[in-house]
């Protein structure tokens, strides 16, 4: 049995995520400045009529200065949120497809060994012989504690 992952690369490294929690990939587009919005949180965006927030994972994660990349995607992701659906884009380096991976070749997250949190990781996948952390949006997306790292470090 297979599931559907999105693999991406941000910060040189190569990510997933459930495809089932992607709605589109789309080209960067112009972000305004909110303020005394969390240092992880770009600003927002208009993506068809919508204003979507937009996050920056490089932020989230606590990764060294971002690095320079010639192109900036957004992946929008959809997060349950109370009672409603929320549409939030995070900012990927590349998209770098959409691939089936077999159940078998998921495993739980090493207890250290990543450059990432252990809390944004959901699970490993095995993926061309390497495995790549599939993120947690749940965590990652966590509209509670994204509220509050302003106040916290603001």
């Known amino acids: 049995m297979q599931e559907q992952y999105f693999i991406f690369i941000l910060h040189r490294e190569m990510y997933a995520f459930e495809a089932l929690d992607v709605l589109e990939i789309v080209d960067y587009q112009n972000i305004t400045k909110v303020p005394t919005m969390s240092k992880c949180i770009e600003g927002v965006t208009n993506i068809r009529g919508n204003l979507i927030a937009v996050v920056n994972l490089q932020q989230r994660f606590e990764l060294d200065k971002p690095k320079v990349v010639n192109q900036v995607y957004f992946t929008i992701l959809k997060k349950q949120h109370i009672d409603k659906e929320l ?8 998209a770098f497809e959409v691939d089936n991976i077999e159940i078998h070749d998921i495993e739980s997250t090493p207890d250290f060994g990543t450059s990432i949190n252990k809390r944004f990781i959901k699970n490993m996948a095995k993926y061309k012989d390497e495995y790549i952390p599939v993120l947690n ?17 603001g």
């Not at 949006?137 to 470090?153: F, G, H, N």
């Open 137 to 153: 949006i749940e965590s990652l997306l966590d509209i509670q504690e994204i509220s509050m790292l302003y106040k916290v470090e």
């Open 87 to 94: 549409h939030i884009a995070v900012m990927i380096d590349e």
